[in-house]
């Protein structure tokens, strides 16, 4: 009997640990979604801690149960996006099996994020911008967990553009005269400028009635044709298509 009353009272105790895990979790997500809301709309510089706290309707002191500052809140907020973007490339190249098919949709990956989630990669734009101090020393310091791990899953999309070349080389979709380092910092390059051409440019393009989509969907055709191998089968399909949706 008493066994069983210990057990009892241990299972209520470890829910209401779980609970309070759930519930700070929850809080922890709103203060995150509050924050976001107000960088989206107003950018890193015009928001304060003060405004992130009339948000979501709390004391400005509960905020820093939470977060160290405004700062590694933000960078919480650019891993929320950088994340997604890693996920959607990771499940777009799962369904291909050559190097430069998994290319190709690395680049559609890209294009669809930029479509859907363009103020993450302004945010994204402005954390790369030379702003913060993101050498190893501050980013190791308590609290600054996010930032370390931006800069890990920019590691890993590295990886995964020279793994998707590599691959393409071994099974001959791809050139094999490439550096896959130096091609995937390229690639890396050009998809992260998506969100950044001048608008003088943006008028030449419409212009011509190139929509900045089909502009896109160009830059990576002509991508997919400057690194596909011309004898293989996947390079004859890439340099024959015409420009993709």
């Known amino acids: 009997m008493l066994g069983l009353i210990v057990n009892h009272l241990g299972m209520n105790n470890l829910t209401v640990a779980d609970r309070k895990k759930r519930e700070k979790e929850q809080r922890r997500n709103d203060i995150l979604n509050a924050a976001e809301r107000l960088f989206f709309s107003k950018g890193y510089e015009e928001v304060s801690m003060d405004d992130i706290a009339n948000e979501i309707e709390v004391t400005k002191p509960t905020l820093y149960l939470y977060f160290e500052n405004k700062e590694t809140l933000f960078f919480a907020v650019v891993f929320r996006g950088k994340n997604i973007l890693v996920d959607m490339i990771k499940a777009n190249i799962s369904k291909e099996k050559t190097g430069l098919d998994k290319v190709r949709e690395t680049a559609r990956a890209w294009r669809d994020f930029a479509k859907a989630n363009p103020a ?122 015409k420009n993709e949706d």
């Open 120 to 241: 993450y990669l302004k945010l994204n734009d402005y954390f790369r911008s030379g702003r913060f101090d993101l050498s190893e020393e501050a980013i190791n310091k308590p609290g600054y967990e996010s930032a370390r791990e931006i800069i890990a899953l920019g590691q890993e999309m590295l990886d995964i553009a020279i793994s998707n070349l590599e691959t393409g080389m071994e099974d001959g979709s791809i050139r094999k005269d490439l550096n896959p380092t130096e091609m995937s910092v390229i690639l890396i390059t050009i998809a992260e400028s998506f969100q950044n051409i001048r608008s003088s440019r943006l008028r030449a393009l419409q212009e011509q009635n190139v929509s900045l989509d089909e502009f896109h969907v160009h830059l990576g055709t002509i991508v997919c044709r400057m690194i596909a191998n011309p004898d293989s089968e996947a390079g004859k399909r890439s340099l024959n298509m």
